[in-house]
């Protein structure tokens, strides 16, 4: 179709295939991953789409732009030939955020600067009236990505990364973003077919994310706003259409989610961000110290859960991590249990054997998402019925 245009959809780094697998779910077309980004091709209305119902992308950029670049003045020169006048009106404002990879340009924010000046400049120079900048509101938002020699301009879509759901009104001391936990859940096969628990569930992100991915709802309904709102071209119509569309693909859920947490704060706090996505019907959180719980029923089990790494919170990790294990192998069978730790050391002292592993970063921390799987009574009886 002629009105299609590229996007790049932004990810954490081991979240790529799930990305792509989201996007050609949705009908995206072209899918194609990077690292920390897959490339597709849509339509304006897709765009919407992707903003409103990826779960594991961080942005949506949308190139207009890329060339090689010499100098700072080749840049300005470059950008300075655009057409920005039918981007951003004389009286708008502007904000740019430049990613740099590159020997010859060392600085991102010399990089972004110069880019304002040549896109205010040739305003000014055609119109005579300058647009200004606004680095939290900006009719337009310009991602500037230099690697080596090559530079992409892109308009971002998004606004505000997209982990900001609208749902979280208040976090604990070590809070996981929206995106890694809905990524973590993914990673881990949750259908939604069986019982889910997060038994160290802080403020709530992962239950959150976990009962939108059973029901299906798009994670990113209550945001208040899409940089893409503030275009020339915005159409609330559409937009309208697609979230409408979106909202009648959610689904039904016939399990129980559960979250556990030792400190009543936290609990409270997850309470309230249940509440805000308006999902207490999916979810009960309770004022529980993990190891002091077992399973009840016999229902297949689906835990995911953020343990303390050591980084900011202050625990004898060995011993944690060793209560862990045993806490699993006894009082949890028949539940498949997932969870993500950078504290590499601390997990050998698990004492069990992971089926799986993943190798992820978690705000620049190298991590492992294991999976632990605890049969019903002994491995071997599970071998020989």
């Known amino acids: 179709m002629e009105n299609n245009f590229n996007m790049v959809a932004k990810t954490l780094f081991g979240f790529e295939d799930i990305l792509a697998k ?46 090689r670049v010499k100098s700072e003045k080749d840049l300005y020169d470059k950008l300075y030939k655009m057409d920005w006048q039918h981007l951003l009106k004389p009286s708008g404002t502007l904000a740019v955020d430049a990613t740099v990879h590159s020997k010859l340009f060392t600085h991102s924010l010399y990089i972004a600067q110069k880019t304002k000046d040549a896109i205010v400049d040739k305003i000014r120079d055609m119109t005579g009236q300058r647009p200004n900048v606004d680095l939290k509101f900006p009719d337009l938002k310009i991602n500037v ?18 982990h900001k759901r609208g749902y979280k009104t208040a976090t604990n001391i070590a809070p996981i973003n929206e995106v890694l936990a809905a990524g973590l859940v993914m990673l881990s096969g949750w259908d939604g077919q069986s019982d889910f628990m997060d038994p160290m569930c802080g403020s709530g992100t992962i239950l959150i994310e976990a009962a939108m991915i059973a029901c299906n709802i798009p994670p990113n309904l209550m945001r208040k706003e899409f940089a893409f709102e503030r275009w020339n071209d915005w159409d609330v119509d559409l937009f309208e259409k697609i979230e409408e569309s979106l909202l009648n693909k959610t689904r039904d859920f016939h399990y129980k989610i559960v979250g556990y947490d030792k400190s009543p704060s ?28 077992q399973k009840g029923g016999d229902n297949k089990l689906h835990m995911v859960f953020n343990p303390p790494y050591g980084e900011r919170l202050d625990i004898e990790m060995e011993t944690f991590y060793k209560n862990i294990g045993d806490t699993l192998k006894q009082n949890y ?27 992820l970063v978690n705000a620049k921390l190298e991590a492992r998402l294991v999976k632990y799987v605890m049969y019903e009574g002994s491995k071997k009886a599970k071998y020989n019925d």
């Open 266 to 293: 936290a609990v409270a706090k997850a309470k309230d961000n249940v509440k805000n996505a308006q999902l207490e019907d999916f979810i009960e959180v309770k004022h529980e110290d993990f190891f002091k719980t």
């Open 145 to 162: 990505h230099i690697d080596r020699d090559f530079c992409n301009i892109s308009l971002d879509t998004s606004g505000d990364s997209l």
């Open 22 to 67: 989201e996007l050609t779910q949705m009908g995206a077309q072209d899918v194609k991953t990077g690292v920390r980004s897959v490339s597709f091709v849509g339509d304006k209305g897709f765009m919407y789409k992707a903003n409103l119902g990826l779960r594991t992308a961080i942005k949506i950029l949308k190139p207009i732009n890329s060339f």
């Open 333 to 359: 069978p028949g539940t498949d249990a997932w969870f993500i730790t950078s504290n590499l050391d601390a997990l050998k002292h698990v004492g069990l054997r992971p089926s799986r592993k993943i190798h």
